[in-house]
T-cell receptor
Framework: EPEVTQTPSHQVTQMGQEVILRCVPI?????FYWYRQILGQKVEFLVS????????KSEIFDDQFSVERPDGSNFTLKIRSTKLEDSAMYFC?????????????FGSGTRLTVV | AQSVTQLDSHVSVSEGTPVLLRCNYS??????LFWYVQHPNKGLQLLLK??????LVKGINGFEAEFKKSETSFHLTKPSAHMSDAAEYFC?????????????FGGGTRLMVKP
């Protein structure tokens, strides 16, 4: 069964450093998403991406965050200057259509720890 | 606006007994509803989805859920729990007319299955 792959599974970074989280969506999917889950809190939407541009973003997704699809397979989330409160599990997801029909496939997540 | 409330943060059942995980939602429009499961160190796996077709939805691994508009509920059930069902379960809602198809997650219910 096709999978969404996220690397690394766990990343530790110092406050103020830039970090890039990587995702390889399912190859024929067109919509891509990032979600995050701070420990003990709900899973929260960050951003959706379609046709090489952001289609929707939440209030969390401020100027410190950016997404990119640098080639035909990777989808990345960059945090420019990490803060302690960015520590969370970050999930990448992709969907074939707009998600309602095909469903969303999630990766296993990257646990980001900012120290 | 949309929101999801999972009424129990933890549910404990004995193997072979029924499972009931409760979910209530609020949505301004006709919602689509999903249940996802997360096993330790794994991604979020789709169990089932409701997208305005049959109100009783059957999913994988013997799970099913019934959409009740009058009660704004989408409870997840299984007739007989198995040890492998122990995991975190998320009820998720999205708006049918939301172009970005942002998912809104409930807080999760941890299901424990006793031998």
């Amino acid at each position: 069964e096709p999978e969404v792959t996220q690397t690394p599974s766990h990343q530790v970074t110092q406050m103020g450093q830039e970090v890039i989280l990587r995702c390889v969506p399912i190859s024929n999917h067109l919509y891509f998403y990032w979600y995050r889950q701070i420990l003990g809190q709900k899973v929260e939407f960050l951003v959706s991406f379609y046709n090489n541009e952001i289609s929707e973003k939440s209030e969390i997704f401020d100027d410190q965050f950016s997404v990119e699809r640098p080639d035909g397979s990777n989808f990345t989330l960059k945090i420019r200057s990490t803060k302690l409160e960015d520590s969370a599990m970050y999930f990448c997801a992709s969907s074939a259509g707009s998600g309602l029909l095909g469903g969303y496939t999630f990766g296993s997540g990257t646990r980001l720890t900012v120290v | 606006a949309q929101s999801v409330t999972q009424l129990d943060s933890h549910v404990s059942v004995s193997e072979g007994t029924p499972v009931l995980l409760r979910c209530n939602y609020s949505s301004s429009y006709s919602p689509s509803l999903f249940w996802y499961v997360q096993h330790p160190n794994k991604g979020l796996q789709l169990l089932l989805k409701y997208t305005s077709a049959a109100t009783l939805v059957k999913g994988i691994n013997g799970f099913e859920a019934e959409f009740k508009k009058s009660e704004t509920s989408f409870h997840l059930t299984k007739p007989s729990a198995h040890m492998s069902d122990a995991a975190e379960y998320f009820c998720v809602v999205t708006l049918s007319n939301n172009a970005g198809n942002m998912l809104t997650f409930g807080g999760g219910t941890r299901l424990m299955v006793k031998p």
